[in-house]
């Protein structure tokens, strides 16, 4: 379970937001990796499940993956071209094999120079390959998607059922969670969209068409929180306007509508946290600032309530990410991981030991960031010693966070919560 937001110029005034919050299986490690600009001899790309045709050039992209699987969950390319997904559940067949969403997202980011391009990449792979095959990391979980895609300029929402789609151009403000959003408000549609729901008994005729009322199982959209993040995440903009910038996105990311009980777990909390019924946790998050100059803003780590936001540039042949491959990313990951599963015995003080130590620094690294563009873009090697110190420091506090936290009094915590993270303990240790 996810969500996904983006706001254009037409509200900033100069830059478009992106921000997006992965949600799934807590014992799932999630990285940010970067993959430069390649040519390709071979004529097949390998994706999770399936082969398709390969391209002869593939764009720079900076990715958020699962460590399991080829695609990811969110990530940019060296055009500015920025794509989140989200699972979505229609009442199409999903196909036992095809291309994961998050496959999708990864070739469109190779592949596509602008939001449009990528939209029209996308839409393509749906009529040719179909999306489909398992998107579970132990369990079994199959589902269609949407998207947010946008560039510098424009931004869309895209939804699907199997191979068939609709697409409404973004404003202001764009939202989407796990649920269909587009009604008969769409500004593109795949020709047999709705003449395939006619046929189906899914509406009546083109007169009485919405999207989402044909193509959704609505129990889905309900079970998965996915109405109330999406009322959510639109109330807590609004309640922003008109700042908006990405400490603002961060803000949002990190936010539980169910206070700072993470024990009770909601689907209805931004930064979703699993115990007891509540399967799914918020595993990685992603801030970006797309303008003259693009800042992405990543966690690599879960729970951003309990993360550092670290800056990084990229270009076509490097990033400023201080690690070169998906193993060194993993030590990150687990690193911090051991601060969280700490603060599972005792959640609002190991919160309040986060803030001691984070909230100055991190307001520290949003002013130093702005401070390095003032005088014109510094060059790439100013950019990747400054990433490097924050990955550094963000490191070290962990260190000091995982210290302090590894003999906390345990708080109030139900008996269902104690079992689910005891399960998932001696599975994490496998």
Not at 67 to 89: K, L, T
Not at 93 to 117: C, F, N, T, W, Y
Not at 180 to 207: E, M, Y
Not at 344 to 373: G, H, I, P
Request: charged residues 30%.
């Amino acid at each position: 379970m996810c969500d996904t937001i983006v706001i254009t110029p037409k509200i900033t005034g100069d830059r478009m937001l992106f921000a997006k919050n992965s949600d799934r299986e807590p014992n799932e490690p999630q990285v940010m990796v970067y993959f430069p600009s390649l040519y390709h001899e071979e004529k097949e790309l390998s994706t999770t499940y399936i082969k398709i045709p390969q391209v002869k050039r593939t764009k720079a992209i900076l990715l958020s993956k699962p460590s399991w699987m080829w695609g990811g969950e969110m990530g940019i390319n060296e055009d500015n071209v920025v794509i989140g997904n989200e699972a979505v559940f229609t009442k199409e067949p999903v196909q036992e094999k095809g291309l994961l969403g998050m496959d999708i997202l990864r070739i469109a980011l190779e592949r596509a120079d602008s939001a449009d391009s990528a939209l029209e990449i996308i839409t393509a792979l749906l009529e040719s390959h179909g999306q489909g095959g398992n998107g579970g990391f132990t369990k079994r979980l199959k589902y269609h998607n949407s998207f947010i895609i946008a560039d510098k300029k424009e931004a869309w929402i895209l939804e699907t059922a199997g191979k068939y789609w609709a697409a409404k151009k973004v404003e202001t403000i764009g939202t989407i969670s796990n649920l269909l959003t587009i009604s008969n408000d769409f500004d593109l549609i795949h020709p047999d969209t709705i003449q395939n729901a006619v046929r189906k008994g899914w509406c009546k005729s083109i007169d009485d068409f919405e999207f989402n009322k044909a193509y959704e199982r609505r129990l889905y959209a309900v079970l998965s929180g996915g109405r109330d993040r999406k009322k959510r995440t639109e109330w807590l903009i609004r309640e922003k306007l008109p700042e908006l910038t990405a400490k603002e996105m961060m803000d949002i990311m990190r936010d539980h509508i169910s206070g700072n009980t993470i024990t009770k777990g909601s689907m209805k909390d931004i930064c979703m946290h699993a115990g007891g019924i509540i399967s799914s946790q918020t595993t990685a998050s992603m801030i970006c600032e797309i303008g003259d100059v693009t800042t992405v803003w990543v966690t690599n780590n879960s729970a951003p309530c309990l993360s550092i936001y670290k800056p990084v540039w990229f270009n076509s042949k490097e990033s400023t990410l201080p690690y070169d491959s998906e193993e060194e990313a993993l030590k990150h990951w687990y690193h911090w991981e051991r601060f969280y599963r700490n603060s599972l015995r005792n959640y609002e003080l190991a919160e309040m030991y986060f803030e001691e130590v984070v909230a100055d620094y991190e307001s520290e690294l949003l002013k130093r960031t702005k401070e390095l563009f003032k005088e014109g873009v510094p060059d790439f090697e100013t950019l990747k010693a400054f990433s490097a110190e924050v990955f550094d420091k963000s490191w070290k506090i962990g260190d000091k966070l995982i210290e302090k936290t590894s003999k906390l009094k345990p708080g109030k915590r139900s008996l269902l919560f104690k079992i689910y993270w005891f399960n998932q303990k001696m599975k994490f240790l496998r």
